[in-house]
C-alpha cells in the first residue's frame, strides 16, 4: 500500500505512490490473470469446479499445476532485480 498524499504518507508512514502505475505493476497484473485463467482451466478440467469435468487424470493436473509453480517461481526471479531498480528509482 502507497500513499496518495503528504498527509497520509507522515500519519502512517509509509512510502508516496509515484503517481503513475510502473509497467512492471501492468505486465505482471496481466501475468497472474494468464495464470489464474489457466489454473481455473485445469480445475474444471480435472471436474474440481461445479462446471464439472472434461476428464484429465489427477496426474495431468497436478503436472499442470506444478508447470505454473515452476513458471510463477522463474518470472518472479527475473522480475525481482527489476522491480527493486524501479522502487529505487520511484524513491530516489
Not at 489457466?38 to 472434461?54: C, I, P
Not at 499442470?64 to 522491480?83: C, F, H, T, Y
Request: charged share 25%; aromatic share 4%.
Amino acid at each position: 500500500m502507497l500513499a496518495a498524499d503528504v498527509r497520509t504518507k507522515e500519519l502512517c508512514d509509509i512510502a508516496a505512490h509515484p503517481g503513475t502505475v510502473p509497467a512492471v505493476t501492468e505486465v505482471m497484473t496481466k501475468r497472474v490473470i494468464e495464470w489464474k485463467q489457466r489454473h481455473d482451466l485445469a480445475l474444471e478440467a480435472f471436474g474440481v469446479t461445479a462446471m464439472g469435468g472434461q476428464g484429465i487424470t489427477r496426474e495431468q493436473y497436478e503436472a499442470e499445476q506444478d508447470a505454473l509453480r515452476s513458471e510463477i517461481m522463474d518470472n518472479v526471479g527475473w522480475m525481482k532485480p527489476r522491480i527493486i531498480s524501479e522502487l529505487l528509482r520511484v524513491q530516489g
